[in-house]
Structure formats: structure tokens, C-alpha cells
């Protein structure tokens, strides 16, 4: 071998220390099958491809937007009354008025204003109030279904907070002026319940069944009541309908709220083989003898009215649509018992709202 030959022929030690001096690359196979190498600073700088771009505006897109806190409902006294705003987007429903009651409830405790306000309303109330709502009943007889439906009435036809209160606080005073055993029976009505919770007493009964006890309480077919619930959207004001167009034989005996709270007591007590048929007749009785005095009710005039068969479904159905807050009853029993107590004492006299205020205390100590 020449010497120009091995010039060209480096030892293998010689290459392995010329390799370590390059710098590293990477590999990457062509279309073709061939490899190209590219050193690293290359391979970093890369363009992003168009997949690439695509997926990350993609995830952009796909992040939900920052969400803003809800807005409240509005409270405002206009007249020395409250009253709710409710949102522009959507009426609140039934079911989110008890919310609201419950929201106006808290602030009242918050703020000694409108606690203020409340007693003040109520004291002129009573100064100003010449006659109940309903005519009284003879002293010591039963409460009287109509005048607990009469006071449910005129709380459905209002939103401001005070004014419910004042008619709850008349309504209890009048009780206790006249058949004071029926308090418990009617302050339980009024907040929807039939006993106290823990007592675990509770109806359970499905809007089927309430349909099914009104179409045979009725005489309608069960495809009517449904086709009359997907128009109305009150299983109370179809109750209310479906009796209106009912004729009657006799005239059935007046319910009393003392009554009504017993034959819901036992239709929720039922137990055992057919309790579910005996659950229906326990309604169509009551059905019956709802509205004796007026069968012939406007569904479309005050939503209803002081229909008793109404607000008899509606108990069933767990929900009485007024936007009447368990704390609202409260306050106002307790109303009711310091009037009760100074008109025991003077006829004529009306209790201050340091009175009532110290009435209302001693009663949420009571309770809690």
C-alpha cells in the first residue's frame, strides 16, 4: 500500500475521538426511507404545525367562560313595605319564592330595620283594621277551612313581605280571640306540615294518585285532569275546575280546619294492604265537601281564589304556592299572642313595638 493510501486511512481511535468532539443529532427518517440528521437547535426552533395550532385554539375555545356571582333578588321598602324584585330574565317559581321569603327572613334579623318596619306595619294595622277578613265564627266552635283558605288567598295576591306578615298576624289573632284550642292544627296548615319534623309524619303521595282522586271525586275521565294539568299547570286550580263543573245532590257539611288537618293526618298514616285505595277516598272526601257554599269559581280572577279544594291540593302536593316562609309564621304568632294578651287586658288597646319585639324574641328562644 502507498503512502497517499494511508493518509486516507484514520485508526479507529482517531474516529471514536472526532465523533465525541461533534455535536449530537438527531434522526429522522425521510418519505423515501433515507435518514437526515438535524442538530438539535434546529429541531427546537421548529414551526409548530398546523394540527398543533389547531388542537391549542381549540383548547382556547373550549375553556368555559369566568363566571360572574349571581345577583340577589332586590329587596326594597317602598311605603313602609318590602317588597322582592324578582330577576328580569325569569319570574321566580313557586318553589324559589319560599327561597326568597326565607332570603328576606335572614335580613330582617340582620338588619333591625326592617324588623322595625315589620312591628310599625302591623301596629298600624291594627289601629286601622275596623273588621276581620272573615266574619267571625261562634266562640269555641271549630275554625272554620274557608277562613284559613280566605287568609291563604289574600297572601297569594301579594309580594311584599309586610303585608303577608299582617295578614298571618290578624288571621292567628282572630283564632286565638275565638277557638284558641285550633291554634296548633292551624299554624301547622299554614306552614304546610302536619306534625312537628321529628315526628316523621309525612303524605307521600304522588301526583298520579292526586289525579286519579279528583278525576273520581269529579266524574272527569283521567285523560281530562292530565290534558287540563298540561294547560293549567296547577293541579289545584284543575281541582278548582273540575268542581265547578260538578252538580250536587246536597249540601255537604262546612270543612274545619280542625278536620282537614285530621283526615290529611290519616291519609298519611295509611298503612298496609290497599292503603293507597284507601288514600284516594280519604281525598275524595275531602273534595266533596270543599267549596259547599260556591261551587261555581273563576280560575282566571284573583288565580283562583279562596278556593278550598285549591289549597287542599296543593297541601297534598307538598307545595301551597305562596311564598310563605316557616320564620314569616313565626314572627307573626308571635305578634298575635301580645295582642291577644293586651286586648285581654283593655279592649281597644294595641300593643307598642317594644312589645312586640320583646313578644317575638321570647318566642324564636322558645322555639329554638
Not at 321566580?92 to 330595620?113: K, Q, T, Y
Not at 269529579?218 to 289545584?236: M, Y
Not at 301551597?320 to 288597646?349: D, F, P, W, Y
Request: with cysteine; charged share 35%; aromatic share 2%.
Amino acid at each position: 500500500m502507498n503512502k497517499g493510501a494511508k493518509a486516507l486511512i484514520k485508526p479507529k481511535q482517531e474516529e471514536e475521538e472526532d465523533d465525541d468532539d461533534d455535536e449530537p443529532v438527531l434522526k429522522r427518517p425521510r418519505r423515501n426511507g433515507e435518514e437526515s440528521t438535524l442538530p438539535k437547535e434546529v429541531v427546537s426552533e421548529k414551526k409548530p404545525t398546523k394540527k398543533q395550532t389547531a388542537a391549542e385554539a381549540k383548547d382556547t375555545r373550549d375553556m368555559p367562560p369566568p363566571k360572574t356571582p349571581k345577583k340577589k333578588e332586590a329587596v326594597e321598602i317602598e311605603d313602609d313595605e318590602v317588597s322582592v324584585k324578582p330577576k328580569r330574565e325569569a319570574s321566580p317559581s313557586p318553589e324559589s319564592a319560599s327561597e326568597v321569603e326565607e332570603e328576606l327572613d335572614e335580613d330582617e334579623e340582620e338588619r333591625p330595620g326592617l324588623a322595625a318596619k315589620a312591628r310599625e306595619k302591623i301596629q298600624t294595622t291594627l289601629k286601622s283594621a275596623s273588621k276581620d277578613p272573615y266574619p267571625d265564627w261562634k266562640p269555641g266552635e271549630p275554625v272554620p277551612y274557608a277562613a284559613l283558605c280566605t287568609t291563604f288567598s289574600l297572601i297569594e295576591m301579594t309580594t311584599k313581605r309586610l303585608v303577608i306578615a299582617a295578614h298571618c298576624s290578624l288571621f292567628l289573632r282572630q283564632v286565638l280571640r275565638l277557638t284558641p284550642d285550633d291554634l296548633l292544627p292551624t299554624v301547622l296548615l299554614m306552614i304546610n306540615k302536619l306534625a312537628a319534623d321529628y315526628a316523621g309524619v309525612e303524605l307521600g303521595i304522588g301526583e298520579s294518585l292526586i289525579m286519579k282522586a279528583i278525576g273520581e271525586a269529579t266524574g272527569r275521565s283521567l285523560a281530562v285532569i292530565k290534558q287540563d294539568q298540561r294547560e293549567i299547570g296547577d293541579l289545584g286550580l284543575v281541582a278548582v275546575k273540575s268542581r265547578s263543573n260538578q252538580p250536587t245532590m246536597f249540601k255537604p257539611k262546612p270543612l274545619t280546619v280542625r278536620g282537614v288537618h285530621k283526615s290529611l293526618l290519616d291519609i298519611a298514616t295509611m298503612q298496609g294492604n290497599g292503603a293507597q285505595g284507601r288514600k284516594v277516598d280519604g281525598i275524595k272526601k275531602l273534595l266533596s265537601a270543599a267549596d259547599g257554599s260556591s261551587r261555581k269559581v273563576d280560575i282566571t280572577k284573583d288565580k283562583g281564589g279562596p278556593s278550598e279544594a285549591k289549597f287542599i291540593i296543593r297541601f297534598l302536593e307538598g307545595k301551597l304556592r305562596l311564598g310563605l316562609a316557616e320564620k314569616t309564621v313565626l314572627v307573626s304568632l308571635a305578634q298575635a299572642m301580645v295582642c291577644h294578651e293586651i286586648e285581654a287586658k283593655g279592649k281597644g288597646k294595641v300593643p307598642s313595638t317594644e312589645q312586640l319585639a320583646k313578644g317575638e324574641q321570647i318566642l324564636k328562644a322558645v322555639f329554638r
